[in-house]
């Protein structure tokens, strides 16, 4: 990137989150004239146009999105810079953060306002997903995920293990029966509800782990696919079939007799919960306060989730 002064990205930051010259230059306290000569001058410099303009607002190009995602976080890096000479050292800027629906919902956005309430310069842009997005494309500063993480470009702590079981709803297991055993899957003519994040991915199979700790698949019919964890709970509960999930997120099903557990001595594998962040030699501090803090919140909440509480 060409040298450019960080004020000017401050008054392009501006204009792009408000929309407008005008608007943003009543923020700066400085001349709208001002405003779009720096503007202009910026996109001289790089050679891009950044806005598309009109006579009522402004609009960020895609390169101009693109500049503004880099922006935030070189400024909020620059702030970092210079808290770290002063003796508050108080966190600020932006974290850009994915996290699986479920984790997100039930355990770290109730938690979230005391962070913040700790941290009142911070912001966080919090995304809820079960998709594999890519860190580094989409400026994620560091992602939740659950099971292996085979990137070398990127940077895993382990956070703690989602343990797996077996659920159906009575009214299917009413009409099907109780299976016993993995074979009775068959002899009964269970179904699954099928969980897969990619359509291609269309068998749907029934894993376990034997007393030795040996992994077994059996192929099961599935009529209904989904790609959603709240999808994949409600059909549980609408009796469409048997499913594999995590139990930290099925307690209250399981709790109040939506859900009933099944074959409980045949369960798949624990699934790995890691934090994962960019390769990148300096982690800024707002980061890696962050990640501290949700290690330690998804940590203990884990760690609820084991056969003693059953």
């Known amino acids: 990137m060409p040298n450019i002064d960080l004020a000017a990205l401050r008054v392009f930051l501006q204009v792009a989150d408000l929309a407008h010259f005008s608007r943003a230059a009543e923020e700066l306290g400085l001349p709208k004239g001002r405003v779009s000569h720096i503007v202009r001058e910026l996109e001289a410099r790089l050679g891009s146009r950044l806005f598309q303009r009109t006579t ?8 101009g999105e693109l500049l503004a995602e880099r922006a ?18 108080q966190l600020g ?11 997100a919902l039930d355990a770290v956005l109730p938690a ?17 997903t079960d998709r594999r997005v890519d860190l580094v494309e989409e400026g994620f500063d560091c992602v939740l995920r659950v099971g292996a993480v085979h990137d070398p470009m990127l940077v895993a702590r ?3 293990q989602l ?3 077996n659920v159906a709803s009575p009214a299917y297991l009413a009409s099907r029966g109780t299976p016993a055993t993995p074979e009775d899957l068959l002899a009964q003519g269970h179904e699954l509800v099928h969980y897969s994040q990619t359509w291609a991915d269309r068998r749907a199979r029934f894993d376990w782990l034997d007393a030795d700790g040996r992994a077994h698949s059996l192929h099961l019919p599935a009529r209904v696919t989904v790609n959603h964890t709240d999808a994949y709970q409600v059909a549980a509960l609408a009796g469409m079939g048997i499913v594999q999930a995590p139990c930290v997120g099925l307690r209250a099903a399981l709790a109040d007799g939506r859900l009933v557990r099944v074959l409980a001595g045949h369960e798949p594998a624990a ?10 030699r300096h982690t800024p501090r707002r980061v890696r306060v962050f990640m501290d803090w949700l ?4 940590g203990a909440h884990l760690a609820d989730d084991n056969p003693a509480h059953d």
Request: a positive charge; charged letters at 20%; hydrophobic letters at 50%.
């Open 163 to 165: 343990r797996m079981i």
């Open 158 to 160: 382990a956070v703690g």
């Open 271 to 280: 699934l790995p919960v890691q934090l994962v962040m960019s390769q990148r």
């Open 72 to 89: 935030r976080s070189l400024l909020a890096d620059a702030g970092e810079i210079e808290a770290l000479f002063q003796q508050d050292q």
């Open 112 to 128: 979230l306002p005391a962070f913040l309430a700790a941290h009142p310069g911070l912001q966080v842009e919090l995304s809820c």
């Open 56 to 63: 009522r607002r402004v609009s960020l190009t895609s390169d």
């Open 93 to 103: 800027g932006r974290l850009r953060v994915d996290l699986p629906v479920r984790l």
């Open 295 to 298: 290690v330690a919140l998804l």
